[in-house]
């Protein structure tokens, strides 16, 4: 264990990517700024599945260009990078065996994004992992979480998991190389079975994966994570990681300006690593496939702040 944790632990500072088809509409709906983070637009603004699914005809983020992307989480002193294979929304970012409903099938980019991040990492040397949202799915009918759409004929939530979640986890378990980390969220109403058989395929597929604490109740993972806000002094776990945004919200929203400052991102990577820990600082690209002027400013002067504070 201590030896699978060890480039973790070394690692200190990692990118955390929000990126799906909520950057289309990016946090408006009919005209009305929808509050909260832009990932969770369907929710909040309560978008029937059949109105949301239009999104991902108009996702096209043409100007993406994997290898930036990697050389600049590298350029910022970054050790690894997690991306939102499927978050709550239920839209597959890469070439789902298990659904049509994703970037390939359904959007006129057809590009499987985490295959080009997948190879780009490998080849510039960043440990790639995933975000999965495992509980909540807001399109399948027998996800968690959506409880708005009246047209939605509910199934269980045992056909959503053996349909979509166990084949998809396994799908990007198998397909993208090797897989650092399997981040889970949102553990609501899981079954003991499907918790389990979801732990099982992951670590039985890559061995050497690493896991947060977000998987079911049972399961404390390999990590503690910290969301938005650090830890006031030093945890008693001994692995453990603070996410946060470098603006307001996870995803993109155009509204959202609210970068913190280059002294004060440089303050919370010291702070957590002084205290043990890691620190996943998240961006959001945009429709464009690119990051906001600001976001690239700030990760290029964290990594030059680091340059000019290390040895050698
Ligand atoms: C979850 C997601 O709902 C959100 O969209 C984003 O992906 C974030 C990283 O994770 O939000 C959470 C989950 C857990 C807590 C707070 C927000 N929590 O335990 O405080």
Request: with cysteine; aromatic share 14%.
């Amino acid at each position: 264990d201590k030896e699978r944790m060890e480039w973790w632990s070394d690692a200190r500072f990692g990118m955390f990517i929000h990126w799906g088809i909520y950057t289309v509409p990016a946090g408006f709906y009919k005209g009305n700024a929808i509050s909260n983070s832009a990932e969770w637009i369907m929710n909040k603004g309560k978008i029937p599945i059949a109105e949301y699914e239009k999104f991902a005809k108009q996702f096209n983020p043409t100007k993406f260009n994997a290898d930036e992307f990697v050389a600049l989480a590298k350029e910022a002193g970054m050790k690894y990078m997690i991306i939102t294979a499927k978050h709550h929304d239920g839209f597959s970012m890469f070439d789902s065996k298990a659904t049509d409903y994703n970037i390939v099938d359904a959007t006129p980019f057809k590009r499987d994004i985490l295959k080009e991040l997948a190879e780009a990492c490998e080849k510039q040397g960043l440990k790639f992992g995933f975000y999965y949202s495992q509980a909540q799915d807001w399109h399948h009918p027998g996800g968690m979480g959506n409880g708005w759409d009246k047209d939605l004929k509910r199934v269980s939530s045992d056909e959503y998991v053996f349909e979509k979640a166990l084949p998809e986890v396994k799908q990007l378990l198998t397909e993208y190389g090797p897989i650092s980390n399997f981040w889970w969220d949102t553990p609501r109403q899981m079954t003991k079975s499907v918790v389990d058989s979801l732990h099982h395929i992951t670590t039985a597929l890559q061995p050497n994966i690493i896991t947060n604490d977000r998987l079911g109740d049972d399961y404390p993972g390999d990590h503690k994570t910290f969301e938005r806000h650090g830890p006031k002094y030093q945890p008693e776990a001994k692995y453990w990681e603070l996410c946060q945004p470098v603006s307001g919200s996870w995803g993109y929203r155009s509204d959202d300006n609210n970068f913190k400052s280059i002294p004060t991102l440089i303050r919370n990577l010291i702070d957590q690593s002084s205290k043990g820990g890691n620190y996943l600082l998240n961006v959001s690209p945009t429709n464009e496939g690119i990051l906001k002027m600001e976001a690239v400013e700030r990760m290029k002067a964290i990594g030059a702040w680091m340059k000019n504070n290390s040895e050698a």
